[in-house]
């Protein structure tokens, strides 16, 4: 190993690291001495995004010329600016969670050390060049998460998210191992460039290809909660602790769409002929169902629960003309910038429901937000400005993320995508809105608590939403640069 290739890697191995050394820690602490794990964990994602931020990017092979670990991993701006989100993410997600802990009698240290692993999954899953990596990080970036929803027990609720979690994450990663082997069955290879370039010695085994192709894109909807593989999404997002389903939503989702991306992009981008009408049936799918079912939901978790299937479903949108070298680049950054709003927003709307939320799941049904814009005018504000984003209404992030998402579909000649993507917003205004009209608007006497570190998350997250709008040419100028190197 070179010492680039050493540094290249260092993020990810400091964090794992890092991670041990806090389960050894959090061995010799007492229970009221935990937050030293939680203020170490948040440390070590700092010191890994610096490390993150200065990798030696311009002096590093290309994974065609044997990338990083004999063309194992490869870094490129598109790993480098989804490892920087993650992390993020996991700094915002131990904010979230420090105060929730302690109310419901949840402390346990070994909480942020199965958050770090995660992201490290994470990390790895967008640094990925061979389909045996996209597998490893996979299971490295679930695993955390299926105990982390089980982590309040013996809630019957937080149990049975786990289970359905677990189960169905398990099943739907046995479509990626036997994907895996199809396509290795077809190119003899694992690697995603050298199953690229070998698309001309096919020959009669393209079929098994495209199986593979679609049984990897089955795993992985799974893991973006894409319809039809949406179904443990609602479920466990009502019955897992709110601040994990907090960083679950963003962390896990722009998980599966590295995975994604990295795999059609620049494994198999001669099949998108062949695959685009799957993904375009996937994609409207995804928003029209996620939209439809959100609107007759009560409970605020179930709603974004519905309403991250539905942008599962915009994000999609991207993947459908991948295959159209005009657009390949901007696809992925209107999916990369889209996946940068949705965090920000998803984030201000979760810090809210962390504070309305009361002991036992008590405080999570819509009504509950009655009088929240009186009585807490700045929590209001952040929730207001989350259901704006999502609705996609100016001046959000959200308005420009499905902008970017729209322009790019058209552009490759799926108007009609574009179409139900703006319907289907609209239809989703519907469910958005009336969340603010509750809280604006009806009377009540809702209790929100009063957390240094949730407030900081909160007022960052909606802040974000709504400031980086002035920004948002240059942020899309570069992600734009933040290609996959093939």
Not at 258 to 279: E, M, Q, W
Not at 333 to 362: D, R
Request: with cysteine; charged share 10%.
């Amino acid at each position: 190993m070179t010492t680039n290739e050493f540094l290249a890697t260092l993020p990810i191995s400091f964090l794992i690291l890092w991670a041990c050394l806090l389960l050894m820690v959090d061995v010799f602490l007492p229970n009221k001495r935990k937050d030293i794990v939680a203020a170490l964990a948040a440390l070590g994602l700092l010191i890994s995004l610096g490390l993150n931020l200065a990798q030696p990017l311009g002096s590093l092979p290309s994974s065609g010329e044997g990338g990083i670990l004999d063309g194992m991993l490869t870094l490129d701006g598109f790993s480098i600016f989804l490892s920087t989100l993650f992390l993020l993410s996991g700094v915002i997600g131990i904010a979230i969670a420090h105060d929730y802990l302690r109310r419901m009698n949840l402390v346990r240290g070994e909480y942020y050390v199965l958050l770090l692993f995660s992201i490290s999954g994470m990390m790895l899953m967008a640094m990925a060049a061979d389909l045996i990596i996209v597998f490893l990080a996979l299971e490295l970036l679930s695993f955390p998460l299926y105990v982390l929803s089980g982590i309040a027990r013996p809630r019957p609720e937080s149990e049975e998210a786990a289970l359905k979690y677990f189960l169905l994450g398990a099943f739907s990663s046995s479509f990626v191992v036997y994907g895996i082997a199809l396509v290795f069955g077809a190119t003899g290879t694992t690697n995603l460039l050298s199953v690229f370039q070998a698309w001309d010695e096919i020959g009669s085994r393209l079929p098994l290809l495209l199986i593979g192709s679609g049984l990897i894109l089955v795993g992985l909807g799974f893991k973006v909660a894409a319809v039809p593989f949406h179904m443990w999404t609602p479920d466990v997002y009502q019955g897992a602790p709110t601040p994990i389903v907090a960083f679950m939503s963003v962390g896990a989702k722009a998980g599966g769409f590295a995975g994604l991306l990295r795999v059609f992009i620049t494994a198999v981008p001669n099949l998108a002929v062949d695959i685009a009408p799957v993904l375009w049936a996937l994609s409207a799918a995804t928003m029209i169902l996620g939209n439809l079912l959100a609107i007759a939901q009560t409970n605020i978790k179930r709603l974004l629960a519905y309403s991250s299937i539905a942008h599962a479903g915009y994000i999609m949108m991207a993947l459908v003309p991948y295959g159209n070298p005009a657009v390949q680049d901007s696809a992925v950054a209107s999916a990369l910038f889209y996946l940068l709003a949705y965090a920000f927003t998803s984030f201000a709307a979760w810090t809210v429901v962390t504070a309305v939320e009361k002991s036992e799941g008590q405080g999570l049904q819509i009504d509950d937000y009655a009088g929240l814009g009186r009585k807490y005018p700045l929590l209001a504000a952040a929730m207001a400005a989350a259901m704006f984003s999502f609705t996609g209404i100016p001046p959000t992030l959200g308005f420009i993320g499905k902008f970017y998402l729209f322009r790019t579909v058209i552009e490759g000649g799926y108007v009609g995508l574009a179409l139900i993507g703006v319907i289907t917003s609209l239809v989703s205004a519907y469910y958005y809105l009336r969340v603010v009209v509750v809280m604006y608007m009806r009377d009540g006497e809702p209790v929100a608590r009063s957390e240094t570190w949730l407030n900081l998350a909160a007022a960052v997250s909606a802040i974000g939403t709504v400031a980086l709008i002035v920004l948002s040419e240059p942020i899309f100028r570069l992600v734009s640069n933040a290609v996959i190197l093939r």
